[in-house]
């Protein structure tokens, strides 16, 4: 099956994928503020840039694209149907550096919690979830 956008068109709609203050960004954002908690944005000298950072706690978290970051849930499990072995390359990769990023941090002593896009639906889990770590 060929792709029903342009190549224009698909550079367009991907050049639009944004890395920072997506939608599940915003909402872990707002309701870590409301819960009183302070933090930095995407932490620039921290390895993988964490999305929250609680310096003097020595935790960050993560917001990740199910699909982008390959979770587990019906979001991240859909498989490309054009170039499919370079997407898949490239989902791999991003998996591949979390992992990397997610040992770099624990060597230097920081804690990470990651939050999956699908679980910024939920506000009582997310609430829970927070609070268990960050006290």
Request: hydrophobic share 40%; with cysteine.
């Amino acid at each position: 099956m060929s792709d029903v956008l342009t190549s224009e068109q698909r550079r367009r709609n991907m050049s639009a994928v944004k890395g920072k203050d997506t939608k599940p960004e915003m909402i872990v954002r707002r309701l870590v503020h409301s819960l009183g908690y302070r933090y930095r944005l995407h932490g620039h000298k921290l390895p993988g840039r964490p999305d929250l950072v609680f310096a003097i706690k020595k935790k960050v978290i993560f917001v990740h694209g199910c699909y982008w970051h390959r979770h587990s849930c019906k979001l991240g499990l859909p498989i490309p149907r054009t170039r499919t072995e370079f997407w898949m390359a490239k989902l791999t990769g991003n998996v591949k550096r979390d992992a990397e990023t997610l040992m770099k941090l624990a060597i230097a002593g920081w804690l990470v919690l990651t939050i999956w896009e699908c679980e910024a639906n939920d506000r009582q889990k997310l609430v829970a979830k927070i609070k268990a770590f960050l006290n």
